[in-house]
């Protein structure tokens, strides 16, 4: 898939009041500070789409991004560490589980996970929130640039060993950059085959 057009639509706090649901959406959610704003800016080819800062929690509302006119880019508030209260970062949680759980027209999360740590308590309570709730997701293991070949291998089978003594199968995922752009073509090929499927 060739992303050539993607603009900003709208930022909401409410899900009720997000775009009407009568096209695909594929939303995009880690922790704060795991480059989730440079991964989606990688995947659209453009520099800016999405506002990148230094500063964990960035992102505070559910922003989309309609792209090719076909389908929406779903960019959610992250979860865990930030400079804010605990009374906001319990809203921004409230808030993107609301969205997860009631807009009928997700067709996958993709939950982003910093590939540089160990397996995170919040990512992994998110990962079995998602289990939970029965929500279709794919795991992208960002910033793989930022550590050695051989460092990623180990970390990414502590990742998966970690899961499955929850899991019995491994969750799909995706080894991504967005400064090389590794893992670009393979997300959105995923993309690409459920929005196919959706159309049959």
Not at 49 to 77: C, E, M, Q
Request: glycine residues 4%; proline residues 4%; positive net charge.
């Amino acid at each position: 898939m060739e992303i050539f057009d993607a603009r900003f639509v709208v930022s909401n706090s409410d899900y009720l009041k997000c775009p009407v649901p009568d096209i695909p959406e594929f939303a995009f959610i880690g922790r704060s500070n795991v480059g989730k704003s440079s991964l989606i800016n990688m995947l659209a080819g453009r520099k800016s789409l999405a506002k990148i800062s230094g500063t964990p929690g960035k992102t505070r509302l559910i922003n989309h991004f309609l792209i090719n006119n076909s389908w929406y880019l779903v960019d959610l508030p992250g979860y865990g560490f930030a400079k804010i209260s605990k009374s906001v970062r319990i809203k921004w949680e409230k808030m993107s589980r609301d969205y997860l759980r009631n807009r009928r027209n997700i067709i996958n999360t993709f939950i982003l996970i910093d590939s540089r740590l160990t397996p995170q308590k919040s990512d992994l309570e998110f990962i079995f929130w998602f289990g939970e709730m029965n929500l279709p997701f794919v795991l992208i293991f960002t910033k793989s640039d930022k550590l050695s070949k051989s460092k990623l291998i180990s970390n990414l089978e502590n990742y998966k060993s970690v899961l499955l003594e929850y899991w019995e199968e491994v969750p799909a995922s995706v080894v991504s950059s967005a400064i090389t752009g590794k893992g670009k073509d393979e997300i959105l090929a995923m993309i690409a085959a459920m929005n196919a499927k959706v159309e049959n």
